[in-house]
Each structure stands twice: as structure tokens, then as C-alpha cells.
Nanobody
Framework: VQLVESGGGLVRPGGSLRLSCAASGFTFSSYAMSWYRQAPGSERELVASISSAGGSTNYANSVKGRFTISRDNTKNTVYLQMNSLKPEDTAVYYC?????????WGKGTLVTVSS
């Protein structure tokens, strides 16, 4: 199983970014996917999740209405569209899935929101 995130960077408050997570090594369309984030000095927290077929999503209260999780099962990729970014969204963002009682994480991509 391999999860590779991309799309992070430096953005000003109010700006947007789209993160991507390319998955391989498993039947992508059979598993739910999630995005987590970890800010400096803080614990890792769940940002958003999406069901295997994409019909069900859920979000942390702190990002509801600003972030959108989606997936393309033909490309084995999950996305996180982030709008109206705030300095408190600064963190390393991780792609995550759970297969056969094993947790799989990507290496993360850094998002910095600063003027």
C-alpha cells in the first residue's frame, strides 16, 4: 500500500489549495479514505472522510463549509479542496486508509497559511 500526497504549499489567508493523494497497492474503490492534519505542537486530527464509492462524507466542524473531500476511483486518487484558508489551517496534511485492521498513512504534505 502506498499513499502519496501532493499539492501543499504556502498560501495567503482566504486563499485556496487542492491536495491530492495518489493511492496504489490495494483496491482503491473498496475502501474509505480520509485526510488528517497535524499542526506544530498538536495532535493529529481528522479533517474529512469519504466512503468507498464517494456517496458519504464527513468533516471536522472546523472545516465544514470550507473544505470538500472527493475521490476519483478511476484514477485511484482522493482530493481535498480547501477554500477560505485560515492561519489555523497550517499543518501537515496526511492521507489515510484502514485495511484489514492496519492503518496506512502517507508521508504528508505541508500547508502553510500566512500573509
Amino acid at each position: 500500500v502506498q499513499l502519496v500526497e501532493s499539492g501543499g504549499g504556502l498560501v495567503r489567508p482566504g486563499g485556496s489549495l487542492r491536495l491530492s493523494c495518489a493511492a496504489s497497492g490495494f483496491t482503491f474503490s473498496s475502501y474509505a479514505m480520509s485526510w488528517y492534519r497535524q499542526a506544530p505542537g498538536s495532535e493529529r486530527e481528522l479533517v474529512a472522510s469519504i466512503s468507498s464509492a464517494g456517496g458519504s462524507t464527513n468533516y471536522a466542524n472546523s472545516v465544514k463549509g470550507r473544505f470538500t473531500i472527493s475521490r476519483d476511483n478511476t484514477k485511484n486518487t482522493v482530493y481535498l479542496q480547501m477554500n477560505s484558508l485560515k492561519p489555523e489551517d497550517t499543518a501537515v496534511y496526511y492521507c489515510y486508509t484502514w485495511i484489514g485492521r492496519v492503518n496506512y498513512w502517507g508521508k504528508g504534505t505541508l500547508v502553510t497559511v500566512s500573509s
